[in-house]
């Protein structure tokens, strides 16, 4: 790690050119207040929501907060890519790994894995960031692909929401990297 050089009333910012194409930053002030606008959630189905934080269609990927209010199986799928989650409310697991995620637990899913997530029936709801790198690809029992979900489809939901419901289209524009 680099040593300090000055103390911090010194500070000096850079002063050179940033790199050619390098992409915006993005800060989401509340970006873990999970009571926020009810409006900001998207629908996947009557029970499962997600708030999207990072749509990046340049290199594709996702970062989502989704939130499920019910119990029992939610998906089964394959990771075309890896998955980062952090467990922010509630409880789950994989019908074919020993480990769960509780609330404050973080869990690395490697390209390739097939499981199948479940709510268990004491949870009322369960809330997890996921950082999605390539797709879902949902999967019946014999692994028989069923459906596919990416950045691209993540943000074509949000869009079709956002647009309709007085959100807008500029504050989806804003997660786009």
């Known amino acids: 790690m680099a040593e300090m050089t000055r103390p911090a009333a010194e500070a000096i910012a850079y002063e050179g050119e940033q790199p050619l194409g390098k992409l915006d930053d993005l800060v989401l002030h509340g970006a873990l207040d999970l009571d926020c606008d009810e409006r900001l959630w998207v629908p996947q189905s009557d029970s499962v929501v ?10 594709g990927y996702f970062v989502n907060i989704l939130r499920v209010r019910k119990t029992g199986i939610l998906s089964r ?3 075309a890519g890896p998955v980062h989650a952090l467990t922010l409310r509630g409880r789950w697991h994989y019908l074919e790994h020993d480990w769960w995620a509780e609330q404050g637990s973080y869990s690395f899913e490697p ?3 097939i499981h ?15 950082h999605v790198t390539g797709a879902y690809i949902y999967v019946e029992p014999d692994g028989t692909p069923n459906g596919v979900e990416d950045v691209f489809t993540k943000l074509d939901s949000a869009r079709a ?9 500029d ?7």
């Open 116 to 130: 199948t997530l479940e709510v268990p029936d004491d949870v009322d709801e369960m809330v997890t960031l996921f």
């Open 161 to 169: 929401h956002y647009a309709s419901n007085g959100v807008g289209l």
């Open 111 to 113: 390209p390739g894995d």
């Open 77 to 79: 799928h394959r990771h």
């Open 50 to 59: 997600f708030r999207p934080l990072l749509l990046s269609v340049s290199q």
């Open 171 to 177: 504050y989806l524009d804003s997660l786009i990297r």
